[in-house]
C-alpha cells in the first residue's frame, strides 16, 4: 500500500533559526515528490518537485533533499521567519498511477 | 490567489439542509477535483473529472453529489450531511492527469455540519 509519512508531526522554533522535516513514502513505482505549504485557511501551495535523478533542490530559503534508494525527503528551511509558519505536506507520485498520495503534514510554528 | 476560487469560504449547515459549494479556474486546466481534508488525516480524494467527465469516484457517500457543467467549474452539492463531514473542502486544477502534472489549488471552503 502506498503511504507517505512526515515527521515531526508538529513543531515550534524561534525566529531566525533553521529546522528541518522529514517525509519517509513507500510508493512505487516513484515518479515524483511534491512539498507543498499551507497556510491556515488556505489551500496548499507548491513548493519544489523532485524526480527520481534529483537529489538536492532549492526555492529560496527552502531546499527539499531526496533519497530515491531510502525513499526518504527532507525540507530544510533556513533562517525562519514568521511568515513560514504553516503546514508543509509531502506528496508522492507514482508513475502510470494519476493518484497522489498525501502525507499527514508537519505543522511549523514560528514564534518571535 | 492562485487561479483556483472557491465560495464560499465558510458554510454552516443543519444536518437537514441543501447547500452547493463553488469552485471556478481559468487557468485553461482540463481536470478538476474534490478533496476533503480532516484535521491529522491526509487530503482524501472524492472525485475527479477530466475533460467535464466523472473519471473517479472514491466511494464518497451519495449525500455529496458533484456537477461539472464546463471545463472552468465545479460544483458539490451537498444535502442530508452527518456532523463527521465537517472538514475543509478542498478544490484542484491540474492540465492533465497523470503524475508530472502539478495541481492548484484552492483556499477551500472550511465546512460546519451542526
Known amino acids: 500500500k502506498n503511504q507517505v509519512e512526515q515527521s515531526p508531526q508538529s513543531l515550534i522554533i524561534l525566529e531566525g533559526k533553521n529546522c528541518t522535516l522529514q517525509?519517509?513514502?513507500?510508493?512505487?513505482?516513484?515518479?515524483?515528490l511534491r512539498w507543498y505549504k499551507q497556510d491556515t485557511g488556505r489551500g496548499p501551495v507548491s513548493l519544489t518537485i523532485?524526480?527520481?535523478?534529483?537529489n538536492t533542490k532549492s526555492n529560496g530559503r527552502y531546499t527539499a533533499t531526496l533519497d530515491a534508494d531510502t525513499k526518504q525527503s527532507s525540507l530544510h528551511i533556513t533562517a525562519s521567519q514568521l511568515s513560514d509558519s504553516a503546514s508543509y505536506i509531502c506528496?508522492?507520485?507514482?508513475?502510470?498511477?494519476?493518484?497522489?498520495?498525501f502525507g499527514t503534514g508537519t505543522r511549523l510554528t514560528i514564534i518571535p | 490567489e492562485t487561479g483556483v476560487t472557491q465560495t464560499p469560504r465558510h458554510l454552516v449547515m443543519g444536518m437537514t439542509n441543501k447547500k452547493s459549494l463553488k469552485c471556478e479556474q481559468h487557468?485553461?486546466?482540463?481536470?478538476m477535483y474534490w478533496y476533503k481534508q480532516s484535521a491529522k488525516k491526509p487530503l482524501e480524494l472524492m472525485f475527479v473529472?477530466?475533460?467535464?467527465?466523472?473519471?473517479e469516484n472514491n466511494s464518497v457517500p451519495s449525500r455529496f453529489s458533484p456537477e461539472c457543467p464546463n471545463s472552468s467549474h465545479l460544483f458539490l452539492h451537498l444535502h442530508t450531511l452527518q456532523p463527521e463531514d465537517s472538514a475543509l473542502y478542498l478544490c484542484a486544477s491540474s492540465l492533465g492527469r497523470g503524475a508530472g502534472y502539478g495541481y492548484t489549488f484552492g483556499s477551500g471552503t472550511r465546512l460546519t455540519v451542526v
Open positions: 473529472y477530466s475533460l467535464e467527465e466523472r473519471v
Open positions: 487557468l485553461g486546466h482540463n481536470a
Open positions: 517525509c519517509n513514502y513507500t510508493v512505487s513505482p516513484f515518479s515524483n
Open positions: 506528496v508522492v507520485s507514482a508513475r502510470g498511477n494519476e493518484k497522489l498520495t
Open positions: 523532485m524526480t527520481f535523478s534529483e
